[in-house]
């Protein structure tokens, strides 16, 4: 049983063109991370939300963490082929995740020029 | 600093035999754990360590074994592969920083079990 469901799975997009990725669960989670993942490479931390309703921004992307902290999205603005990759969510429970996270199954999104 | 270490990059096991998947952090993490990826599976937790001597099971920990005598290392060990074991095995750590924990993770390691 996957706590954390991601859609879509797959997405592939023109240059130029926005996205969302949700990110839902039935749990509540303390904190929600998005990483990215490159093929061959292991996933890097993009952002950290804690706060029920956090926006956070960075450079194009958006994130965002649902005021009942059991969902989240990942909004990218005018997408270049450079954004391809995996993007994964992760959720932690507690104050301190002591590096327990619950992984959604990400979504492998490409952009073609 | 190297970050988190793994080795090898790539193994290939017969069913049954053995081995060790080595990971290493030069940042003195205090929170190490293991994943694996499975396509259309994300990431699962194999086993955890919160500190030296102390490690904790996770989702899927069946068939495999960690010890942590040291701050700086992690070993996974595989005791009797099996191809459902075929994945890639990634390590990861990170320190108390509460909510806004920080995990960095290893290049992996990808086995293959015949």
């Known amino acids: 049983t996957q706590l954390l469901e991601q859609s879509p799975q797959f997405l592939s997009i023109q240059e130029g063109e926005n996205l969302t990725v949700y990110c839902n669960s039935s749990?509540?989670?303390?904190?929600l991370q998005w990483y990215r993942q490159e093929p061959g490479e292991g996933p890097v931390l993009l952002v950290t939300v804690v706060t029920g309703g956090e926006v956070k921004k960075l450079k194009r992307l958006t994130f965002q963490f649902g005021d009942a902290r059991k969902d989240s999205s990942l909004h990218i603005t005018a997408a270049q082929p450079g954004d391809t990759g995996l993007y994964l969510c992760?959720?932690?429970?507690?104050?301190?995740?002591?590096?327990?996270?619950?992984f959604g199954q990400g979504t492998i999104l490409t952009v073609h020029p | 600093n190297a970050g988190v270490t793994q080795t090898p990059k790539f193994q290939v096991l017969k069913t049954g035999q053995s081995m060790t998947l080595q990971c290493a952090q030069d940042?003195?993490?205090?929170?190490m754990s293991w994943y694996r990826q499975d396509p259309g599976m994300g990431l699962r937790l194999i086993h955890y360590s919160v500190g030296a001597g102390i490690t904790d099971q996770g989702e899927v920990p069946n068939g495999y074994n960690v010890s942590r005598s040291t701050t700086e290392d992690f070993p996974l060990r595989l005791l009797s592969a099996a191809p459902s074991q075929t994945s890639v095995y990634f390590c990861?750590?990170?320190?108390?920083?509460?909510?806004?924990?920080?995990?960095?993770f290893g290049p992996g390691t990808r086995l293959l079990v015949l």
């Open positions: 992760a959720g932690a429970k507690g104050g301190t995740s002591y590096g327990k996270l619950t």
């Open positions: 749990s509540v989670f303390s904190s």
């Open positions: 940042m003195n993490h205090e929170y």
């Open positions: 990861a750590s990170s320190y108390s920083g509460g909510t806004r924990e920080t995990q960095y």
